[in-house]
C-alpha cells in the first residue's frame, strides 16, 4: 500500500520507461510524418522525466538544467523536423513516410 | 690614248642602244631605230679602229714588244679587299676576285676590229632586209645586245668576264634564232641551241674552276704568266683536264662534234642573224677562247690532240653532209660547222695563227656568203630550197658576183682570201708534227675538196642551170636595194684582200697577220723546246727547206677547188626541174644517209633526248624523267604508302589495346569491381526510413542485452 501512496522515485523511472516505449513504438509504426515527429516528442520527454526523477532522487540540480536543455533542444528539432516535412509536402503531396526514398539508388 | 683607255665604252655603247630599243623602242619609228642602233655600232667600230692604231703605237713603242693594254674598272665579282680567299691546290689563300677588266692584246685586237666592222655591215644590210618585217625594233634590240655581248667576250681581261659575255651571245643566239617564234619551228631550234650550249657551258665552267683552283687567278694575263712560268710539266693531269673541259665548252659554242647539232636548226632566224652570230662571230668564240689558252693548251698535249682530231673529224663530217642538202642556208650552215672544224684543226697542231687567220678570213667570206644567201632569199621572195631556183645571176647581178667571190674565197682558190688560210692550216698540219698527223691532213685536204664541190653547187644551182621557180616568183625577182647591196660589196673586196695580209713567206710574202699575233703565241716556242718538239717552232730557218713541199701542198689543194669546180660543174651546169644528184645515182643509201644528216639528231632522240624510244625502253632525259617517274611512284610512293600502312596498322593494334586492355582492365575494370561490390552493399539500403530505425532500435537492444546480461 505504501508503495501505492508514496511515489517513489521507481515510479517515475516506470512512467518514463512506459512513454519511451510508447514513443519507440510510434516511431516504428506509424506512417504519418506528423505522428513520428510526436511520437519523438514523446521519446525525449520520456528522457527529460528521467532527468528530473534522478535529479529529486540525488538532490543535485543538473538533471533538472539538463532536461531544460532537452526542452529547448526539442522545440528546435520540431521546428526544423515541420520545415522539412512542409518543403517535403510541397514537393510530393503526400506525409507518408513510405514514400520519403529519394535518395535510394 | 683617248680611245684606248675608254676601251670599256665599246661595249657599252651598243649596250646603250639596246636598252633604247628594250625601254623605247615599240614607239619609235622605224628609221629612228636604225639611226640608234646602226649609229652605235658605227662608232663602236670607230672607237675600235682608233683603240687599235693607238694600241699598235703604244706597245711598239713599249720595251715589252706587243704587251698587251690592261684597264681595270671596278672589281666586279668577289673582293680586293684581301678578305675573301678561297684555297688553291697547294694550300696558299687566292682572292675571289674578278675583274670588270678589259684587255686588249693583238688577238682581241683581231677579233675586235672584225666583229665590229663585220657587225656594222651586217646591221647596215639589216635595215634593207628587215625593212618589211614586224618586230624591228626588237630584231635590232637583240642585234645590239649581241653586239654588247660578243664585245665583252672579247675584251674580257679574265674567264670570268668573258663567261659573262659567252652567256650573252649565248642569250641573244637564242633570242634571234627564235626571233620567228610564232613558228614552231624557230622556237624549237632556239630551245635546242640554247640547251645545247649548256652543255657545253658547264664543261667552260668547270674548266674555269680547275684553272682557279690551280692557279689561283682568273686574270688572262696572270694565268699566261704562270703557265708560261716553267712551273707547270707538260701533261699536267690538272692542266688536262681543265683544257679538255674548256673544249667542251668550244665545241658547244662554236658547233663541233658532237655538240654541232644546234647549228644547222640555227637557220630558223632571219639571215642576217645566221650571217652575224652563226657564221662570222658568236661561233668562232669558241676558237678565241681556246687561243686565247693557249698557253695551257700548250702544256697538255693530250688536250691539243683532242682538239685537232675533233676539228679534222668536223670538219670532214659537216662538209660531207653540206654535199647534198637543199636548203640554201642549211648548206652554208654546214660549211660553218666544216670550216669551223678547220680552225680547231689549227688550233690543235699548234698552229694558233694560223686558225685564227682562217676565223679572220672566214667572217668575211662566210657573213658574206650568208647576206648573199640573204638576198638571193629577198629577190625569191622567201624560198630557201636550191631545187627552186636557178639562172638567177643575170636577174640579180650584184649577188652573184659578190657570192662568187666569197665562193672562190672559201674554196680556196688563189688569191682569194680562203686560199692562205686554209692553205696555212693544212701546211701547219702537213709540216708541223709529221707522223700520225699526216692522216689529219689527209682528212683537211679530203675536206676541201668536198667544200669546192658544195660551194659550186650551190652557186650552180642557185645562179645557173635552167629557171626552177614558179611564175610568181620569176617575176617578183630583183636585185636587193642599195642598204643589202653595199655591204655586200665591201663585203667582197674583204673576202678578197683579207688574204693578203697573210701572204705566207713562201710566195714571197712576210706574213704580216702570223707576225702581228707572234706576241701572243710566242711564249709557246719555250715550252715546246722544253719538250723537245723544236720542230713545231714557228718557221724560221726551216721552213726554207720545205718550201718545194708547201709549194706543193698549194697545187695540191688548188687543184682540189679546181677538181670541186670540176665536178660540180659537170653536174649542175644545166639544173633543170628533177635533175640528177651525181652521189645519189652513184649510192643511195650513202646519199639518203647524208641527206639525212647521218641520222644524228634522231640518233640524240633515242639515246640523250628520249623523244623515240627504243624498242620499248625510253632512254636519254624523257627516259630518265619516265624512270624517275616510275621511282617516285612505285619505290618514293610505296615508301610513303608502306609507312602509312604501318601507322594505320600499329593504330589499330593500339586502338585496340587502348579499347580492350587500357579502358577493359584498367579503366572499366575497377568500375565493375566497385558495381559487383555495390549490390551486397545496396542491400541493406532500402530506402524506407521506419525500417533504419528499428534496425537501430533492435541494435540497441542488442546493446543493452549484451551489457546487461554478459
Known amino acids: ?105 | 690614248m683617248l680611245f684606248l683607255s675608254h676601251i670599256w665604252l665599246i661595249p657599252l655603247l651598243p649596250a646603250f642602244g639596246a636598252a633604247v630599243m628594250f625601254f623605247f623602242g615599240r614607239k619609235l619609228k622605224k628609221s629612228t631605230v636604225s639611226a640608234v642602233c646602226v649609229g652605235t655600232i658605227v662608232l663602236a667600230f670607230l672607237m675600235a679602229c682608233g683603240a687599235v692604231s693607238q694600241y699598235s703605237a703604244w706597245s711598239s713603242t713599249d720595251t715589252n714588244f706587243h704587251k698587251p693594254y690592261q684597264t681595270i674598272l671596278y672589281t666586279w665579282l668577289g673582293s680586293d679587299t684581301g678578305h675573301l680567299n678561297y684555297v688553291t691546290h697547294d694550300g696558299t689563300p687566292a682572292p675571289f676576285q674578278a675583274d670588270a677588266g678589259f684587255l686588249l692584246d693583238p688577238l682581241s685586237s683581231i677579233w675586235l676590229l672584225f666583229v665590229t666592222g663585220v657587225g656594222m655591215l651586217i646591221h647596215i644590210y639589216s635595215t634593207g632586209y628587215m625593212a618589211h618585217e614586224g618586230g624591228y625594233y626588237r630584231f635590232f634590240g637583240y642585234l645590239n645586245l649581241f653586239m654588247f655581248s660578243m664585245l665583252t667576250l672579247i675584251l674580257a681581261n679574265n674567264y670570268v668576264l668573258l663567261f659573262v659575255g659567252w652567256e650573252g651571245v649565248g642569250l641573244c643566239s637564242y633570242l634571234l634564232i627564235g626571233f620567228y617564234f610564232h613558228r614552231k619551228s624557230a622556237s624549237d631550234a632556239a630551245a635546242k641551241a640554247f640547251i645545247v650550249n649548256r652543255i657545253g657551258d658547264a664543261g667552260f665552267l668547270l674548266g674555269m674552276f680547275f684553272i682557279a683552283w690551280y692557279f689561283g687567278s682568273l686574270r688572262f694575263t696572270e694565268v699566261t704568266a704562270l703557265a708560261r712560268s716553267g712551273h707547270f710539266s707538260i701533261g699536267d693531269p690538272i692542266i688536262t683536264a681543265a683544257t679538255l673541259l674548256l673544249f667542251v665548252g668550244a665545241c658547244g659554242k662554236s658547233a663541233q662534234l658532237p655538240l654541232y647539232i644546234w647549228l644547222p636548226d640555227a637557220m630558223e632566224g632571219p639571215t642576217p642573224v645566221s650571217a652575224l652570230i652563226h657564221a662570222a662571230t658568236m661561233v668562232t668564240a669558241g676558237v678565241y677562247m681556246v687561243a686565247r689558252s693557249n698557253a695551257l693548251f700548250v702544256l697538255a698535249p693530250t688536250s691539243m690532240k683532242t682538239v685537232a682530231i675533233v676539228g679534222a673529224l668536223t670538219a670532214l663530217f659537216a662538209a660531207s653532209i653540206g654535199l647534198v642538202q637543199n636548203d640554201i642556208k642549211r648548206v652554208l650552215a654546214y660549211s660553218t660547222v666544216s670550216q669551223l672544224g678547220y680552225m680547231f684543226l689549227a688550233l690543235g697542231v699548234g698552229a694558233f695563227a694560223a686558225g685564227v687567220f682562217h676565223v679572220f678570213t672566214h667572217a668575211f667570206f662566210k657573213a658574206l656568203l650568208f647576206l648573199g644567201a640573204g638576198s638571193v632569199i629577198h629577190a625569191m621572195s622567201g624560198e630557201q630550197d636550191m631545187r627552186n631556183m636557178g639562172d638567177l645571176h643575170r636577174r640579180i647581178p650584184i649577188t652573184h658576183r659578190t657570192m662568187e667571190i666569197a665562193t672562190y674565197a672559201i674554196a680556196g682558190i688563189f688569191p682569194f682570201a680562203g686560199f692562205f688560210s686554209k692553205d696555212a692550216i693544212l701546211w701547219e698540219t702537213w709540216s708541223r708534227e709529221g707522223g700520225a698527223y699526216r692522216f689529219l691532213w689527209y682528212i683537211g685536204y679530203a675536206t676541201a675538196l668536198m667544200t669546192a664541190f658544195y660551194m659550186f653547187r650551190l652557186m650552180f644551182l642557185t645562179f645557173h642551170g635552167r629557171p626552177r621557180m614558179s611564175h610568181d616568183v620569176e617575176h617578183h625577182i630583183h636585185e636587193s636595194p642599195a642598204s643589202m647591196t653595199i655591204p655586200l660589196v665591201v663585203l667582197a673586196i674583204c673576202a678578197f684582200g683579207a688574204g693578203l695580209l697573210g701572204w705566207p713567206h713562201s710566195l714571197g710574202g712576210n706574213d704580216r697577220f702570223t707576225k702581228y699575233l707572234e706576241p701572243v703565241f710566242a711564249g709557246e716556242a719555250r715550252v715546246l723546246q722544253q719538250e723537245g718538239r723544236t720542230s713545231q717552232l714557228v718557221q724560221g730557218v726551216e721552213e726554207e727547206h720545205n718550201t718545194g713541199t708547201e709549194w706543193l701542198l698549194m697545187a695540191l689543194s688548188l687543184g682540189a677547188a679546181g677538181l670541186g669546180w670540176g665536178m660540180a660543174w659537170r653536174s649542175y651546169r644545166h639544173a633543170d626541174k628533177g635533175y640528177a644528184e651525181p652521189i645519189a645515182d652513184l649510192s643511195p643509201p650513202i646519199y639518203k644517209a647524208l641527206l639525212n644528216k647521218y641520222y644524228v639528231d634522231e640518233g640524240y632522240d633515242y639515246v640523250f633526248t628520249g623523244r623515240r624510244k627504243l624498242g620499248k625502253m625510253r632512254l636519254g632525259v624523257l627516259g630518265l624523267g619516265a624512270a624517275s617517274a616510275w621511282f617516285d611512284t612505285h619505290i618514293v610512293d610505296g615508301l610513303v604508302n608502306g609507312a602509312g600502312w604501318i601507322t594505320r596498322l600499329t593504330s589499330t593494334i593500339s586502338s585496340w589495346w587502348d579499347k580492350w586492355i587500357i579502358d577493359g582492365i584498367g579503366v572499366n575494370g575497377p568500375a565493375i569491381f566497385a558495381r559487383m561490390l555495390s549490390y551486397p552493399a545496396r542491400m541493406f539500403e532500402w530506402g524506407l526510413v521506419q525500417w533504419y530505425a528499428l534496425v537501430m532500435t533492435a541494435g540497441l537492444v542488442g546493446f543493452v542485452f549484451y551489457y546487461v546480461y554478459r
Open chain 1, 1 to 105: 500500500m505504501d508503495t501505492l501512496l508514496h511515489i517513489s522515485t521507481l515510479h517515475y523511472l516506470v512512467l518514463g520507461a512506459a512513454l519511451f516505449l510508447l514513443g519507440v513504438i510510434g516511431v516504428l509504426t506509424r506512417r504519418n510524418v506528423v505522428i513520428v515527429l510526436m511520437s519523438i516528442e514523446l521519446i525525449l520527454n520520456a528522457v527529460n522525466l528521467n532527468l528530473v526523477a534522478f535529479s529529486r532522487h540525488l538532490g543535485g540540480l543538473h538533471g533538472q538544467v539538463f532536461a531544460i536543455f532537452v526542452i529547448t533542444d526539442a522545440a528546435a528539432e520540431a521546428a526544423v523536423g515541420l520545415g522539412i516535412l512542409i518543403a517535403f509536402f510541397r514537393n510530393k503531396e503526400t506525409v507518408n513516410m513510405d514514400e520519403v526514398n529519394l535518395l535510394k539508388w
